[in-house]
């Protein structure tokens, strides 16, 4: 950790973060990094703190003392002002953020992306404190090659549909399609930071991740979550695997994304946080857009590299169709396809993602392997002796 330096030269001082979220997925691969790469200290704050135990315990761990956990629901919690002040940086990851909360829990969705996180803006505007906050890419909605007709050329052309952050509209879907709740709070917390910005001197730096998987993220339904839970897709179709049946294509799985690998992004987070004067007052694209496919295509993949690293045989019928109503109910809708544009990231931070798709599977399913295979097989067992 000795001499470090940031990207213009200067020496990296210690500072001390306050992580709102830092108890999920994203924020356990954060306090991860922060602990064993740099010397600065972390207030984490979350209302979980399983993912993180593994930082917090032993007292005896090189890092004690330099993260501390607090147990806060950032709705009704006057100590968070408090902590707030005592760090010179927030990073506010603190949200409801899977699609199938989006359309069922609409005002769950909307109080969390947007009113709980008004107070960590306004804490950090009046107390001249920086802010990191997690927004989205589905703020970009649908793409504008989404409304050609089908046979169009143009949908060919970047153009129509690289996300730019500067330069691409915001596209959501009828107000009756609830899913657009989430990407229209995102949007607007986003607005408001950026007016803090510009009318207050708010010292602010917005990340739209773009589908960000690895190891720890969601839970596996009936093992360490719900049994009726819906995570997000890296941890349905792993769930799938893990029991052995089909993975379920919504509306036949047409859909596309770019998939990064949780340890590169985290890099690019690092860079934010140690590059003030580089990050402030910029909206970033985090993704890899080498990484792109169909839904259809990644649970191809994944079975492959489910039964290379498991041993199992692959699944017989991979694959089956369902309706998004049935798997998401009413109110579901989707992006159709998320590239992003990594102009302003590569000129400000320099970075650039490296894990492959095959290669962030393969580490990112042998984890799921280890840590669930065990417990699945013995909850499938229970099931089918009762
Ligand atoms: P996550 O659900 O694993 O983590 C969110 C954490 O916030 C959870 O631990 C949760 O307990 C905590 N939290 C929620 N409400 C809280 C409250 N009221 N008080 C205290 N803690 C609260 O999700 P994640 O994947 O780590 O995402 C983090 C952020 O990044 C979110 O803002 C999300 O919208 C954004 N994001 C993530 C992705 C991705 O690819 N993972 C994509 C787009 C956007
Ligand atoms: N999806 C799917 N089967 C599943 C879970 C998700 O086909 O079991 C699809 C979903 O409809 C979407 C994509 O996978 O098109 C990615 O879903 P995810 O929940 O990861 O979030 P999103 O990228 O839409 O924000």
């Known amino acids: 950790m000795a001499g470090r330096v940031d990207l213009d030269g200067n020496p990296i001082k210690p500072i001390t973060i306050c992580m709102i979220g830092a108890g999920g997925f994203i924020g356990s691969h954060l306090c991860e990094k922060l602990m064993s790469e740099t010397p600065h200290t972390v207030l984490a704050v979350d209302v979980y703190s399983d993912k993180i135990k593994h930082l917090l315990e032993p007292a005896s761990l090189p890092w004690n003392g330099r993260i501390q956990f607090h147990r806060i629901n950032i709705k009704n919690d006057s100590r968070l002002e408090g902590l707030i002040k005592m760090a010179d940086l927030t990073v506010n990851l603190a949200a409801i953020c ?9 005002l769950d969705t909307i109080y969390s992306n947007f009113i709980d996180a008004l107070p960590v803006v306004k804490y950090c505007s009046e107390n001249g404190k920086r802010l990191i906050h997690f927004s989205t890419c589905e703020v970009y909605g649908k793409t504008v090659g989404a409304f050609l007709p089908q046979d169009s050329p143009l949908r060919q052309d970047p153009a129509y549909y690289v996300l730019s952050e500067d330069a691409s509209p915001c596209i959501f879907g009828p107000i009756e399609k609830q899913r657009w709740s989430y990407a229209c709070a ?8 950026y007016a803090e910005g510009a009318e207050n001197g708010l010292e602010f730096t917005i990340v739209r991740p773009f589908n960000w998987i690895g190891p720890r993220m969601d839970f596996i339904p009936g093992i360490d979550g719900p049994s009726e839970g819906v995570p997000r897709v890296l941890a349905c179709f792993s769930n799938n695997l893990l029991r052995h049946e089909p993975l379920k294509l919504v509306d036949g799985g047409h859909s596309q994304r770019t998939f990064i690998y949780i340890k590169d992004a985290i890099e690019a987070v690092l860079l934010m946080i140690e590059n003030p004067a580089r990050a402030n007052g910029h909206i970033f694209n985090v993704g890899n857009p080498n990484n792109e496919v169909t839904v259809r295509q990644l649970a191809e993949m994944m079975t492959q590299v489910y039964s290379k690293v498991s041993g199992g045989s692959p699944l017989e019928t991979p694959t089956i169709d369902v309706s998004s109503k049935e798997f ?3 109110g579901y809708d989707d992006s159709d396809k998320r590239i992003p544009d990594m102009t302003i990231i590569n000129r400000q931070l320099g970075w650039n993602p490296k894990t492959s798709l095959w290669d962030l599977l393969e580490s990112t399913l ?7 295979a065990e417990a699945v097989k013995q909850a499938m067992s229970k099931t089918t002796a009762n």
């Open 98 to 106: 899977t699609p199938a909360d989006y359309n069922t829990r609409p």
């Open 186 to 193: 995102k949007q607007l917390i986003e607005r408001l930071i």
């Open 328 to 330: 998401y109910g009413e």
């Open 366 to 372: 042998t984890y799921q392997h280890r840590t669930y």
